[in-house]
């Protein structure tokens, strides 16, 4: 699986570790995060990588900011995007299964490493689950669509 993944200075360290073990996992992983602790700005990163799985060009992704609510939120107004912050590994296998999240998010400054593991685990282990979900799913696109028709731009 193809996997991008974001960050900015506050989570490094993090991103480091879990692009590493998804490595081991066998998987591709793409970095367009900062890999310096100087502070930059997590909406471009987050961009960035949602406009990535929205293209195709990665199966999912990895957010991870200070707290993993930024970097969702600008990842979010990409058209197409389901990005879900994710504390720990229940909500995580959730958001995939009922959600169909093409992104997770956590936080550098909420979560460890081991618990990091076990989030993005739970996350590529689940599957959509469809049927009713898929309905939901549906109308959050369509929510989309109605205010790409209002007037807003994209991005």
Do not use: W
Request: charged content about 25%; overall charge negative; proline content about 1%.
């Amino acid at each position: 699986m193809k996997i991008v993944i974001a960050n900015d200075h506050a989570a490094v360290s993090l991103k480091m570790e879990i692009m590493q073990y998804l490595q081991e996992l066998g998987h591709e992983v793409v970095n367009i995060g900062t890999d310096v602790a100087e502070r930059c700005n997590y909406p471009d990163f987050g961009e960035r990588a949602a406009r990535m799985v929205a293209a195709g060009e990665a199966d999912c992704g990895v957010l991870i900011c200070g707290t993993g609510v930024g970097i969702s939120i600008a990842a979010n107004k990409v058209k197409g995007i389901r990005a879900a912050v994710c504390s720990e590994p229940t909500t995580a296998r959730l958001v995939k299964e009922h959600n169909n999240a093409n992104m997770i998010a956590f936080g550098a400054r909420i979560v460890g490493v081991e618990a990091a593991k076990s989030i993005v685990d739970a996350y590529l282990d689940a599957e959509f689950l469809g049927g009713r979900h898929a309905e939901r799913v549906a109308l959050i696109g369509e929510i989309e669509d109605r205010e790409r028709g209002c007037g807003q731009s994209e991005m």
